[in-house]
């Protein structure tokens, strides 16, 4: 069955009995972030290869992907918070390219009972591959859209492929290195059941970006990644769920801020992130 998750990273095999007892907290209002600021402004700059040079650069990349699970008997909401780097630079043919490189991975679960983690080895191990992007002029900015380029995790095989189904797959692997198959996600309801939860993914993720005149890159992404439990440290957590991506724009909001080269890791990133990214989403307390 097919998940719709990140980019970024949700296991949510969580127990009906908590999800039950504890009172979910709502979303809050979309968009998280306000980018009408840059509204008005016009490009300044109308040829695409001067344009294509510009982006070229070294970029901090800041997402959110909100998801929404219909099988828990509350709603299970939660925010995916990704760090990274995103790099622009052309190829011999002129193309502009875009790399990616995953750091950290967080969720925030609209359950203050329940709290999911996901190591920072097993989010690295994420490798998307370069892809080409598209360059529009719309309305007077620039729009720069990434299609979707899909990698395992987890799993080796053909990623144009659907995910495999099959717990036994001889192409499993361990990429965070702690002797269980595909990627581990570490559960705890309650502070009483603690376990561990293991996966694929295919990860299929899109950007819609529009360059700003300060250099910023803002938009949002989309998100249509396939996920597969393989196993559970225990029965009670070794269950599929049924998670989507809120439609909604603005509650998947990306941003790419130009950094200089030597911000390269990701202590070296979170030093500045105050500076540069806006505060993390939360739910509404009730």
Same mark, same amino acid.
């Given at each position: 069955?097919?998940?719709r998750?990140? &980019?970024?990273?949700?296991?949510? %095999?969580?127990?009906?009995?908590?999800?039950?007892?504890?009172?979910?907290?709502?979303?809050?209002? !979309?968009?998280?972030?306000?980018? =009408?600021?840059?509204?008005?402004?016009?490009?300044?700059?109308l040829?695409?290869?001067?344009?294509?040079?510009?982006?070229?650069?070294?970029?901090?990349? &800041? #997402? /959110? /992907?909100? &998801?929404e699970?219909?099988?828990?008997?509350?709603p299970?909401?939660?925010?995916?918070? !990704? &760090? $990274?780097?995103? #790099?622009?630079?052309?190829?011999?043919?002129?193309n502009?390219?875009?790399?990616h490189?995953?750091?950290?991975? !967080?969720?925030?679960?609209n359950?203050?009972?329940i709290?999911?983690?996901?190591?920072?080895?097993? /989010?690295?191990?994420?490798?998307?591959?370069?892809?080409k /992007?598209?360059?529009?002029?719309?309305?007077?900015?620039?729009?720069?859209?990434?299609?979707?380029?899909? %990698?395992?995790?987890?799993?080796?095989? #053909?990623?144009?492929?659907?995910l495999?189904?099959?717990?036994?797959?001889?192409?499993?692997i361990?990429?965070? $290195?702690?002797?269980?198959?595909?990627?581990?996600?570490?559960?705890?309801?309650?502070?009483?059941?603690?376990?561990e939860?293991?996966?694929?993914?295919?990860?299929?993720?899109?950007?819609?970006?529009?360059?700003?005149?300060?250099?910023?890159?803002?938009?949002?992404?989309? #998100?249509?990644?396939?996920?597969?439990?393989?196993?559970?440290?225990?029965?009670?957590?070794?269950?599929? =769920?049924?998670?989507?991506?809120?439609p %909604?724009?603005?509650?998947?909001?990306?941003?790419?801020?130009?950094?200089?080269?030597?911000?390269?890791?990701?202590?070296?990133?979170?030093?500045?992130?105050?500076?540069?990214?806006?505060?993390?989403?939360?739910?509404?307390?009730?």
């Amino acid at each position: 069955m097919k998940k719709r998750n990140l &980019y970024y990273l949700f296991p949510l %095999s969580i127990l009906l009995i908590f999800n039950a007892c504890a009172k979910p907290l709502p979303w809050p209002k !979309s968009p998280l972030y306000d980018f =009408s600021k840059y509204e008005k402004e016009k490009a300044s700059v109308l040829n695409i290869d001067s344009i294509k040079k510009q982006l070229v650069g070294h970029y901090a990349h &800041y #997402d /959110v /992907v909100s &998801y929404e699970d219909s099988t828990t008997q509350s709603p299970m909401f939660t925010f995916v918070i !990704s &760090y $990274g780097f995103t #790099d622009f630079y052309l190829d011999s043919a002129g193309n502009l390219m875009q790399s990616h490189e995953f750091l950290s991975a !967080s969720h925030k679960i609209n359950q203050k009972y329940i709290k999911s983690k996901f190591s920072e080895k097993a /989010v690295q191990a994420i490798k998307p591959n370069d892809q080409k /992007v598209e360059l529009s002029l719309k309305d007077g900015k620039w729009h720069i859209l990434r299609p979707p380029t899909p %990698s395992l995790l987890g799993i080796t095989g #053909d990623p144009s492929k659907p995910l495999s189904k099959d717990r036994n797959d001889t192409k499993l692997i361990d990429p965070d $290195g702690d002797g269980k198959p595909g990627v581990t996600v570490k559960i705890s309801i309650a502070k009483i059941i603690n376990g561990e939860i293991y996966i694929t993914r295919r990860e299929i993720f899109t950007h819609f970006l529009t360059l700003n005149n300060d250099g910023t890159l803002t938009g949002y992404v989309k #998100d249509e990644s396939e996920q597969f439990v393989v196993g559970a440290s225990l029965k009670i957590l070794d269950q599929a =769920s049924n998670n989507f991506q809120l439609p %909604s724009k603005g509650m998947n909001p990306v941003i790419l801020v130009p950094i200089s080269d030597d911000i390269n890791t990701l202590d070296k990133l979170m030093k500045i992130r105050d500076d540069i990214f806006p505060k993390e989403p939360t739910f509404i307390s009730n």
